[in-house]
């Protein structure tokens, strides 16, 4: 019971890893409170992850918005009294392109949501992790330090790249409060948006699914795509008592794509 009695902040809670997350919370003896622009989808997972509700909360959540911030970090300490980490999943990851092709309105977007939102939504829960210390985990991507060549996702990878140097001066600013600050980076994860990705291939050049997604393994050293429970036990480790001594590091989840 990794995270016994804890409570986990997550947002972007959907279909994919910010519901697995959630799950390995509460599998771990945590408290989970979730946060997403689309309440229905909230309540969907609350209701798959805890049947009987008694260790999740949900509130509809814009991290553009500080003041929805503020109160889920509000919601968190009205349920269970006390946040002990959180879980930054919300992104923006659907603007695809480079530079030449940049709407650069679009990526002041991504921008707002991947850095400044993740950081509006930190610092709404900075006053109750400074009670007793804590974690804050972001989620990164490894394009942002090693460009894949299928896709390109320049203002994604950007942003998140952005957002682990703020990590950087994060772990030492908030470091005398007890408070971690790391970074998980997943490389081709299986969930849903790979499985897309996977399926829209195939069909697109007429071959076998198992063919497309032999392109990506064939370049792991282990032969798999790393998968959304595996970012997720990462996330869960950096958010636990046991990564106590560990900030300002950033763990890459990828099946050994990219080493570093």
Known sequence: MLLQ???????????????????????????????????????????????DGGHTAYRATDITDEAQCDALAALALERFGRIDAVAHVAAWDSCFGGLEDADFATWQG?????????????????????????????????????????????????????????????????????????????????GPPVQAYVQFTAHTEGMPESEVLGRLTDRMALPELATDADVSQAVAFLASARARAITGQSLLVNAGEVMR
Not at 6 to 18: D, E, H, K, N, R
């Open 110 to 190: 991504v921008v707002d949501v991947n850095l400044l939102g993740t950081l509006r939504m930190t610092r709404a829960c900075l006053p109750a992790l400074k009670e007793r210390g804590g974690s804050v985990v972001f989620i990164g991507t490894q394009s942002a330090v090693a460009a894949p060549s299928q896709v390109r996702q320049a203002a994604y990878a950007a942003s998140k790249g952005a957002l682990t140097s703020a990590m950087y001066s994060l772990a030492r600013e908030l470091g005398p409060h007890r408070i971690r600050v790391n970074t998980v980076l997943p490389g081709w994860m299986w």
């Open 5 to 51: 009695g804890m409570t986990v902040i997550v947002s972007g809670v959907g279909a994919g890893l910010g519901h697995r997350i959630a799950e390995t919370v509460v599998r771990d003896g945590g408290n989970a409170v979730l946060g997403a622009r689309t309440e229905a989808n909230l309540a969907k997972s609350a209701g798959e992850i805890d049947p």
